[in-house]
């Protein structure tokens, strides 16, 4: 990736830490999850405090939310998005040709970069997730099937997520060609330096299977300090809860199309 994202993702890394840092009430204060213009944004843990979240949406017209107040945060938040949501609607575009399917077909509900398709007030519909593993837990944590696995396995629930390299390895694809193995797939990258492309649930409905979600989950692995701990920032691609997604006039063009009608 471009140097100028590279150092955004590197700032990120040092204010989220700041923020997941804070005493337990003052992260809290920012709002648990909640829906805002029907998006889900604010805070969450899981495992006694021991994994934490921020779900972060760009505003139409400037600024983030939530705001967590951490000086430079915001800022920051909203340069990343326009990034990836840039990245995001080339890599769309690209696999929608592969297909020999229109771009469009593919983008109709996915926001512009610069959220000019939204009325000032409104967010985006792809969520910035900051993720922070290995904390002391505050309360009783959930067990886990295995001690290092933070967030067992799943598909997400977006058409892509953009995930730069998380500080420390511990992202596990499973393999499509043994289900017993999973794939290291942030061995030997370095962070800050690329981004991580996978489909999600709702780009497998779209093409009807044509492009598969991608069962994953998170480890969390001794550092080269000898600490269990682990940040990362994946970008959940999304369309507008409002939108209507219509396919008719593509497949009338062609059935053959692998596309939901």
Known sequence: IGSSLQENISQMNGLAEQFFSRP?????????????????????????????????HALAGGGAIPNPKVPGLVKLACALH???????????????????????????????????????????????????????????????????VVFDEHTDSSFLTLAAIGSSPGLQFRDPTDPEKWLEVESGLPQSKFVVVFVGDFLEVLTKGAYAAAPHRVCCNEDGSGRKRRFSMPYLVRGQPSSVIDTSSFIDKEEQLPLLR
């Open 24 to 56: 337990r009430e003052e992260r809290c204060a920012v709002g648990r999850l909640r829906l805002y213009r029907n998006k889900v944004i604010g805070y969450r843990e899981l495992g006694g405090g021991s994994a934490r979240f921020l779900e972060v």
């Open 82 to 148: 326009r990034s990836f949501q840039g990245m995001a609607r080339q890599i769309l575009s690209w696999l929608a040709e592969h297909r020999n399917l229109p771009p469009e077909a593919l983008l109709q509900c996915i926001d512009t970069e610069a959220l000019n398709n939204l009325e000032d007030g409104d967010c985006s519909a792809s969520v910035l997730r900051l993720c922070s593993y290995g904390f002391e837990s505050e309360a009783e944590p959930e067990t886990t099937a295995e001690e290092s």
